[in-house]
C-alpha cells in the first residue's frame, strides 16, 4: 500500500518538475513570394537606311532620333528601287506589375571597323504599376572617311528584376 501510494504521490508532483524552466518553444511562419518572369523579345531591328555619302574624303555622320527620323552630315538616303527606310530598334518587355526591373543596353556598338554607332535609349513601362512595356533604341552613327559598304553587328538587351 505504501508503494501504491508513492506511486500517486510522484504522479501528481511530476507535472510540477515538468514546468521548471528548462523548456521553452516559439513558432515561426514560412512563406515565399513567387513572381512570374520578366521576358524581352525583339519586335523590330535598327536601320540607319541606305546612304550615299557626299564625299569619301569626310567622315559620315547619321543622328536618328526617338521617332526614327534621320538627320544626315556628308550623306543622303538613297531613293528608287534601292532605297531602305531608316528604322529605330524596339524590344516589348512583360513583368510583374509590382517589382520594378534594371536594364543593359549597351552604349555603343561597333558596326564594322571605322563605323560606330553610339546608342541612345528610351524606355516606357518599368517601373510598378505597369505589366509590360517597349525599349526604343537610337542614337548617333558614325562612319570614318571613305567607309563604303554594309555594316551590321548583333547587339544584346537584358533585363532584370532589380
Known sequence: MRKLIALALVAAVSPIFAEDGNHASASATAGV??????????????????????????????????????????????????????????????????LTVAWTIPGSVELGPGVNWTVASSIAGDGTASTAGTVVLYGTLVADAGKTGTFAKEFNVSVNYN
Open 33 to 98: 513570394n513567387l513572381y512570374a518572369p520578366v521576358k524581352i523579345s525583339k519586335t523590330q531591328d535598327l536601320s540607319f537606311g541606305a546612304v550615299v555619302v557626299n564625299n569619301t574624303a569626310i567622315a559620315l555622320n547619321l543622328v536618328m532620333a526617338v521617332d526614327g527620323t534621320v538627320t544626315y552630315t556628308n550623306g543622303v538616303a538613297l531613293i528608287g528601287s534601292n532605297a531602305k527606310a531608316a528604322q529605330t530598334a524596339k524590344f516589348s518587355f512583360t513583368k510583374d506589375s509590382t
